[in-house]
Every structure is written in C-alpha cells, then in structure tokens.
C-alpha cells in the first residue's frame, strides 16, 4: 500500500469537472468553488435525473468560469471529448443514485451509476491524463457516504478504519465505487482522496430525504411518516460545511487519503421530527405542537440501519477543519429557506415524483 501524501502547497486547479452539480450538495459545493477558487473553470456534468434541477444553480448559470452539459458518466465518448476539450485537472465526482429506498425498489440502477458510472469516468480520466503526461499533478476526488461502514449499536463511531460492511444497494454500490477508486489509485498510481460523509441537510434537498419532506408535509398538514418506532439515529451535517470540507480536501487533502466528514450531531428521527415540528410551527404562527398529531408511524424500511455516527478527527487534526454552525442554526436556515422557496419546492416536486410518493408511502400502510 502507497501512504497517503501530503501536497506540498494547497493546489489550485484550472479546469475541473464536477458531477451531479444540479444535485443537492453538487450545487452546493459549485455556488462555493465559484465564489472561493476565482482561477477555476468548472464544468457541471449532470444526467438531469428526477435529482438534478438547474434551478438549484440559477443564481450562477450565467458566471463566466461556469459551464454545464447534460449528459451521463456512463458515456465514455462525451468523457472522451470533455476532456480533450477542457483539459480538466481535476474532477469532482458526486453524480450519484442517493436515495436508499429507491435502492431498494430499483437495484439496478445504482449499481449501473454509481459502480459503472464511477469506473467509467476513472478509466476516461486516466487515459486523459496518460497521454496529457499530467498524472502527478491532477486529483480524482470521489465523494462517498459513512453508510459504506454499515450500521452502528448504540455505542460508537465510524472511523477511517472502521471495516466496509455495507447493507442497502445504495451503500453497496458506494462502496464498490470507493473500492475501484482506491484500486486506480494503486494500481495505475492515479492521485485520488476520498471522503465519506454523514446525512447532509440544508437548502435545495429533494424532498424524498428526511428533513424537506417533513418540512414539507408538516407545512401541507399532511402526514408525517415515521418508518419503524422513529429510533434509527442519524448524524446530521449543514451542507454548506460539507461543501467547505470538500475545498479543504480539494485543495489540501493528502493523495491516496480518506477523510470522514460529520457534525458530532446524533439524532433519532422521532425527535428530529419533534424539533422540525416546534420550527415550522412557530414560523407559521401555529399553536405550539398543532402538527404533533401528523405523525404516523408506517412500515419500517428493508434493513433499515440503527444507527451511523462519525468520528471526523483525522479531518480536523490532519486538515483543520470543523462545522462552522450549530445544529439550531443551520436548521433555522434550512427550515426559514424551505418557507421562502414554495415556488422551488413546487417545480421539483411536480413530475413524477408524485406518482413515486403516492406508491411510496402507499405500500407502507
Ligand atoms: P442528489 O441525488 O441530490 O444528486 C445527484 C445528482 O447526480 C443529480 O443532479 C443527478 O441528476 C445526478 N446524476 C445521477 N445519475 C447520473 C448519471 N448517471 N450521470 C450524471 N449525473 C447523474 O444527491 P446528493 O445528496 O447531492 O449526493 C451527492 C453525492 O454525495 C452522492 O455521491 C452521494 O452518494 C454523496 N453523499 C450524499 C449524502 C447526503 O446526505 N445527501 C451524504 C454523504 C454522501
Ligand atoms: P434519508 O433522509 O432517506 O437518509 P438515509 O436513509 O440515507 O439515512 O432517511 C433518514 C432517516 O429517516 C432514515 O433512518 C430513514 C428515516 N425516514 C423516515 O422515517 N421517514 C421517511 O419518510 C424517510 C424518507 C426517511
């Protein structure tokens, strides 16, 4: 095994490509690198799938060092041509399948994008950067979930060490993905890092995770559905500090290294709903506690993991980095973001995903 290497200064790059851009933390992580890298050209790559949205980058279509293409990861010639005519120096590959219980319902799917998709877009990269003769000086960025380590008990942490133990397709094809990363890395010495965070929240998040669902519905007085009893605890990062870990890693992480990513912030989901619930209310100028009556316990997922919580010390000791907000602060914006962007929830909600969460929650009774 080669060791992890530090750079020797923080790098900057000319040219990047970021995957899933029209995601919730690609677009996240673009709005940033724009504001904060003034020497980068990034190109968005993104399948526009039910997930991407170019509203979630509307603020910054018209920016100068920003340029997006519709296309997918699986396609080797638009990589193949991308590359030639960008000269990419480094890549940021969030495009992802990322919703579990859609895992569950469409196995394949995942296993194709995240596991073919990633691969596809490593060998397109390092044919691109062998035959440029720029190898040493470029960054493969692959970034992954802590759902990789499996589930916890009540008692500890994932660490970097923590053995893969993956349980749902989505995490099994992340996995996969970190593997063969890691394998291009040692095999064919392509400079790479990896990082594997915990739940992200925050602004522009498909209303099928968690907590814009619930804000959702807690603001449409419609049920709240709590899977199983509401016990399975989950570590609950702001996006925008994730978005600032990845400039971190971008820019200082060590080649051939791997970085969780958490905010020490455990929640069980009954009383994450029990605190979305307080927030919206308030705002909406309801009685306290008027929608604790949504709340409807319904079938638990398929091998619903307890519990996933991260140990983010190697990040912080190694790099310096820490969440900058509280779990109260970056919630109050999350949930006042929500309420002042109906139009937005609107528009994302509006195709099929109707049908999907008619049948959804409908098969859990
Ligand atoms: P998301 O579902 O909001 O966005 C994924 C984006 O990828 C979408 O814009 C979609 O159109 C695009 N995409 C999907 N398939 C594609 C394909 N074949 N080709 C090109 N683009 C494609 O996901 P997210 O929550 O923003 O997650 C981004 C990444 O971060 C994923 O790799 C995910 O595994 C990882 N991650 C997410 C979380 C979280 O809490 N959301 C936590 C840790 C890691
Ligand atoms: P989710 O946001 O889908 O993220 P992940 O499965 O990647 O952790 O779910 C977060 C937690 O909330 C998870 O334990 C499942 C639970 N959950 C519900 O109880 N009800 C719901 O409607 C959803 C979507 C999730």
Known sequence: MTEPQAPH??????????????????????????RTQPQTRIVNLDALTYAGNLANLADVEAHDHYTFV????????LLTALFAEHAFD????????????RSITNPLAFLETNILGTATLLNVAKQSWTERGCMDEALFYHVSTDEVYGSLGQEGLFSETTPYDPRSPYSASKASSDHVVRAYHHTYGMPIVI????????SHQ?????????????????????????????????????????????????VGDTYNIGGLN?????????????????????????????????????????????????LEERLGWKPSVTFDEGLANTVDWYLQNQAWMD??????????????YANRG
């Open 9 to 34: 200064s923080p790098r900057t790059f000319q040219s990047l490509l970021i995957t899933g851009g029209a995601g919730f933390i690609g677009s996240h992580v673009i709005r940033r690198l724009l």
């Open 70 to 77: 519709k296309g997918d990861i699986q396609d080797a010639d």
């Open 90 to 101: 480094g890549v940021i590959h969030l495009a992802a399948e990322s919703h579990v219980d």
């Open 195 to 202: 990082s594997n965070c915990s739940n992200n929240y925050g």
């Open 206 to 254: 498909f209303p099928e995770k968690l907590i814009p669902l619930m804000i959702r519905n807690i603001v449409d007085e419609r049920p709240l559905p709590v899977y199983g009893e509401g016990i399975n605890v989950r570590d609950w990062l702001w996006v925008e500090d994730h978005a600032s870990a990845i400039e971190v890693i971008l820019t200082q992480g060590w």
């Open 266 to 314: 455990e929640w069980r989901n009954i009383d994450l709903v029990h605190k979305l619930i307080e927030l919206v209310d308030a705002r909406l100028n309801r009685p306290e506690g008027t929608s604790k009556a949504l709340i409807t316990f319904v079938k638990d997922r398929a091998g619903h993991d307890l519990r996933y919580a991260i140990d983010a010390s190697h």
């Open 347 to 360: 528009e994302v909600t509006s195709g099929d995903y109707q049908q999907y969460y008619a049948q959804h």
